[in-house]
């Protein structure tokens, strides 16, 4: 590998803009070529973020050979596909959440990883917030004392959309709960662990797309409230309940840089400032893999992406949410 890492960005839409403006933050990193299905797109985006490269279609960028790693930003519905052409070529991947949209899919695509020896992680990036890692730090210290509630919501006003579009589209993976609603379901998860028994209830809209899912988490001696709507926007704060008192993680607290601790009466205010728009932490833990010649991180690991998944799976069982193009 160069001393930089090369990196190709798959799929150009918004988040991939994000991911190329943290990328450049990143001393260690080189955008070498960006692929689209339109040469056009893909090269306003090369000029845009100075890539070196610009192809019009995929697998040009699979079989890159200057190309050390592949960000896959697409639509839920192609990570399956793109991540497994480019783990099949031999390519690092580190693919947007959910890696799948369901738990066969990614079972699928980490044996292929693992058959292949390549590394493969989900771009999970509040896992790697410093904020939250403060916080996981502080909770398994005792700080919060047994941890008893988590309550976390995810909402926005998106019934406007087009809906042939990414978010309330079916065929997309459209509705709450893959696009945002993965967040509350992580953050429970990232401090509780799997839970014991999964309720949960959504809407739809006249579409038959899901657009509002209540979950509850419950646990031995725990639950956890889970929220995720496009009906409405909401404050967007996040809070976990202990035996010595509670925390706020401040809004927007997915990709939050305050935390406030409430505990015998006295509140704590932290401040843990993040790099860029947030993307830094979770490039850099790719970076540090493949230094390592680690083929998954030790902090958000292949078995954690199946827990998450398979959450997720379960939440659309109990809630009625079908996708159309799964049997």
């Known amino acids: 590998m160069a001393l930089k890492t090369q990196w190709g960005i798959l799929g150009l839409g918004k988040i991939a803009h994000k991911f190329a403006h943290d990328l450049a933050l990143v001393p260690s990193a080189q955008l070498t070529a960006v692929a689209s299905s339109s040469k056009e797109r893909a090269m306003s985006f090369a000029e845009k973020h100075q890539a070196l490269k610009a192809y019009g279609e995929y697998t040009a960028l699979y079989n890159d050979e200057s190309v050390d790693v592949i960000y896959i930003a697409g639509v839920h519905t192609d990570h399956y596909a793109h991540s497994c052409a480019a783990l099949a070529a031999g390519k690092a991947v580190f693919c947007e959440k959910p890696l799948g949209i369901n738990a066969r899919e990614v079972k699928e695509m980490i044996a ?3 058959g ?9 990036w509040s896992r790697f917030n410093p904020a939250l890692r403060a916080l996981k730090k502080g909770i398994d210290s005792g700080r ?6 988590i309550q976390a919501s995810f909402s926005m006003d998106r019934l406007n959309d087009d809906p042939a579009g990414r978010l309330l589209n079916t065929k997309l993976g459209g509705g709450s709960l893959l696009d945002i609603g993965i967040y509350p379901i992580f953050l429970a998860y990232f401090f509780l662990g799997m839970p014991e028994e999964i309720i949960a209830k959504a809407h739809f809209n006249t579409q038959g797309t899901e657009i509002q899912t209540s979950i509850i988490f419950h646990y031995h001696q725990a639950q956890a409230q889970l929220y995720s709507s496009l009906t409405h926007p909401i404050k967007m704060d996040a809070k976990l309940f202990g035996s010595k008192g509670e925390v706020t993680i401040h809004p927007t607290w997915h990709e939050t840089e305050k935390l406030t601790w409430l505990l015998s009466g006295a509140e704590t205010e932290e401040t843990h400032p993040k790099a860029g728009l947030g993307y830094v932490h979770e490039i850099e833990e ?4 493949l230094m390592e010649n680690q083929k998954e991180s030790s902090l ?3 078995t954690d992406s199946l827990n998450l998944i398979s959450l997720l799976d ?3 069982e109990k809630a009625g949410i079908r996708f159309p193009q799964e049997p």
């Not at 790719?286 to 893999?289: I, L, S, T």
């Open 112 to 114: 292929l990883a693992q």
């Open 116 to 124: 292949n020896n390549v590394f493969f992680m989900e771009a999970l």
């Open 144 to 149: 919060l004392g047994d941890l008893r509630h």
């Open 286 to 289: 790719v970076h540090f893999c």
């Open 300 to 302: 958000w690991s292949h």
């Open 314 to 316: 379960t939440v659309r």
